[in-house]
C-alpha cells in the first residue's frame, strides 16, 4: 500500500474504485509499474553528490523507529534508493530520492545514516524541529501506469509553502 509517514508532505494516491485499488496495492508491493520520487532537504551534504544506498533495516516497534543492521540480522529487511543533490543552500541541500523498496522510515533511516538527516526530524538526528512539528522531507511525484485504463499517469505535489522550501526549490519549480 502507498503511505506517507505523518510529518511527511506530498503526493498521496487514493483509488477510486475497490478494482482500482486491489490493482495498484498489488503494483506497490511488487514496485512495478510505479516510480516515487522525494525530495529531502539535509542539515549536511552527502560526501557524494549522487550514489545508490543499500542497507539491510530492522524496524523497533515500540520506538517507531528503524535502524541499519548487519545483513543476516532477524527480521531485517533490504532497503534500496537513490539519490542526487539537485540544490544547495548556505545551510542545507537539497536531495532528489528515488525509492527501490518502500521500508518503514527508509528514507529517514537511510540519510541518517550517511550523516544527513532531513532537516527537523528529531527521530533521526536533527538538531532542531520544524516549527510546524513536520520534517523537511516531501512526496514530490508518482508515476504509475493506471490498473485499468493502462495510461501513464504522472502526479507531481506543489512543494510545502514556506520560506526554505521556497528558497531552496526557486530554480526546480
Known amino acids: 500500500?502507498?503511505?506517507?509517514?505523518?510529518?511527511?508532505?506530498?503526493?498521496?494516491?487514493?483509488a477510486r474504485t475497490s478494482k482500482a485499488l486491489t490493482r495498484l496495492n498489488e503494483m506497490f508491493k511488487s514496485h512495478e509499474h510505479i516510480q516515487k520520487t522525494y525530495w529531502a532537504i539535509v542539515?549536511?551534504?552527502?560526501?557524494?553528490?549522487?550514489?545508490?544506498?543499500?542497507?539491510?533495516?530492522v524496524r523497533n516497534e515500540k520506538q517507531n523507529k528503524s535502524y541499519?543492521?548487519?545483513?543476516?540480522?532477524?527480521?531485517?529487511?533490504?532497503?534500496?534508493?537513490?539519490y542526487s543533490t539537485i540544490a544547495t543552500s548556505d545551510n542545507y541541500t537539497l536531495l532528489e530520492i528515488q525509492l527501490q523498496t518502500g521500508r518503514h522510515h527508509q528514507i529517514r533511516c537511510q540519510l541518517a545514516a550517511i550523516g544527513c538527516p532531513?532537516?527537523?526530524?528529531?527521530?533521526?538526528g536533527a538538531k532542531r524541529s520544524n516549527p510546524d512539528g513536520g520534517i523537511s522531507l516531501h512526496a514530490r511525484?508518482?508515476?504509475?501506469?493506471?490498473?485499468?485504463?493502462?495510461?501513464?499517469?504522472?502526479i507531481t505535489a506543489p512543494v510545502p509553502n514556506d520560506k526554505l522550501w521556497r528558497a531552496i526549490t526557486h530554480d526546480l519549480v
Open 1 to 14: 500500500t502507498h503511505r506517507l509517514d505523518r510529518p511527511t508532505s506530498g503526493v498521496v494516491l487514493f
Open 68 to 82: 541499519v543492521a548487519k545483513p543476516g540480522t532477524k527480521d531485517a529487511k533490504l532497503a534500496v534508493l537513490t
Open 43 to 57: 542539515q549536511n551534504a552527502p560526501k557524494q553528490p549522487q550514489a545508490k544506498l543499500e542497507n539491510w533495516l
Open 141 to 154: 511525484k508518482i508515476a504509475f501506469i493506471h490498473p485499468v485504463s493502462k495510461q501513464e499517469i504522472c
Open 118 to 124: 532531513i532537516k527537523g526530524d528529531l527521530k533521526y
